[in-house]
Nanobody, 115 residues
Framework: EVQLQASGGGLVQAGGSLRLSCAASGFTFDDYAIAWFRQAPGKERELIATITSGGSTNYANSMKGRFIISRDNAENTVYLQMNSLKPEDTAVYYC?????????WGQGTQVTVSS
């Protein structure tokens, strides 16, 4: 069974940093790209970044510069390093994998940035 477990969210002051983790299981992790999304209250879910099986990264234009996606294939985990956080970064953050043409989402982790 494919499972994605997002963690690492919390309450942080503006200007602070957080590192989110997405632990994967149930599929050959090395073979698949993983993406991070977020959804703020009252807004649509938006893409933050994607990392391919080979480690190539791609960021949404609005996310470039403060967010860094990385992966550790030995740990079956993808990370999202978030720096210089702003109140508008407050959202639930999700990881996603498309495995054998089916999309799987983690349960989400709440990030709250106070001003």
């Amino acid at each position: 069974e494919v499972q994605l477990q997002a963690s690492g969210g919390g309450l942080v002051q503006a200007g602070g940093s957080l590192r989110l983790s997405c632990a994967a299981s149930g599929f050959t992790f090395d073979d698949y790209a993983i993406a991070w999304f977020r959804q703020a209250p009252g807004k649509e879910r938006e893409l933050i970044a994607t990392i391919t099986s080979g480690g190539s990264t791609n960021y949404a234009n609005s996310m470039k510069g403060r967010f860094i996606i990385s992966r550790d294939n030995a740990e079956n985990t993808v990370y999202l390093q978030m720096n210089s956080l702003k109140p508008e970064d407050t959202a639930v953050y999700y990881c996603k994998a498309v495995v054998r043409y089916r999309a799987y989402w983690g349960q989400g982790t709440q990030v709250t940035v106070s001003s």
